[in-house]
């Protein structure tokens, strides 16, 4: 792991961030009832078949490789340090109760809506598929032999992309690309199939639209202030450079391995 890397991944998991003050209150709910979960899932088309030749091509130990594990981390407070270096703040450096409710009530709906679906269509992830194939992160049995379809980290992804998009709409589609980046994480990982990171993205977009709950207006617009102020406070992340350079490499990666492609 490069040093640059090691920064940015130690910085966008907050083992390089003191925080103080309480810890968040857990949440033990979504935002969304069954039946609006449900519906979700039967309006969802049925996945595209997978191929072992679908393997994102981004080298194991490379800089992208290494954010891909840190963004395996998508619980708030934690998981808020993604969108950092686009939005120009730390939003780990104090408790933002708001914005860690909002975002992890939203990934608890986000899992119901990937397990629902996954139970209906399991297919292998490409880590199970494909015999010696390497993680980006530990995995333990259950991981391996869980079903691919959706991605769940894209989903999740998506809705955050959304999310902060409608906080901070001047950088709206800045937070949209890092949430596409957290779900392409999950096909550089070798855990999710590429198209199943492209439906789980499209299932994020869907997810974030049908959050209308007076509750989720409310954290919305608490967590709204709590973006501002953090972004007001002038602090940056230090490994936001090593992100940038993260991101072009895989960009260059995936490039050359479509051009490559048959």
């Known amino acids: 792991m490069s040093r640059a890397a090691a920064l940015a991944a130690c910085a966008l998991l907050g083992a390089c961030a003191t ?9 033990p709910h979504g935002y969304l009832d069954e039946a609006a ?6 309006a969802t088309p049925a996945p595209a078949p997978w191929s072992p ?11 992208r490789w290494w954010m891909a594990t840190a963004h395996a981390q998508l619980a708030a407070p934690d998981g808020a340090q993604h969108f950092d270096c686009v939005l120009n703040a730390r939003f780990a450096q104090r408790p933002r109760p708001a ?22 269509t399991p297919r292998p992830r490409p880590i199970k598929a494909i015999d010696g194939l390497q993680p980006c992160q530990r995995v333990n049995d259950a991981m391996r032999e869980g079903p691919s379809w959706p991605a769940g980290g894209a989903v999740a992804g998506a809705a955050y992309g959304e999310m902060f998009a409608a906080l901070a709409p001047d950088r709206a589609a800045e937070a949209r690309g890092i949430g596409r980046e957290i779900g392409q994480s999950r096909a550089i990982c070798r855990m999710n199939w590429p198209s ?15 959050e209308a709950s007076t509750e989720f207006a409310a954290d919305l617009e608490a967590a709204r202030a709590e973006v501002a102020a953090a972004r007001a ?3 940056t992340n230090p490994g936001c450079a090593a992100e940038r350079r993260a991101f072009a490499q895989g960009g260059a990666q995936a ?8």
């Open 53 to 63: 030749s679908d393997l994102t091509p981004v080298e194991p130990g490379t800089d």
């Open 196 to 210: 199943d990171v492209a439906d789980g993205a499209a299932l994020g977009r869907r997810l974030f639209a049908a």
């Open 19 to 27: 925080r103080s003050g309480p810890a968040p209150v857990e949440t």
């Open 233 to 235: 406070e002038g602090l």
């Open 99 to 120: 914005l860690t409710r909002l975002m992890n009530r939203l990934l608890i709906d986000a899992d119901r809506l990937t397990r629902l679906l996954a139970e209906q």
């Open 37 to 42: 979960i449900r519906s979700l899932a039967d």
């Open 255 to 262: 490039g050359r391995g479509a051009a490559s492609a048959p």
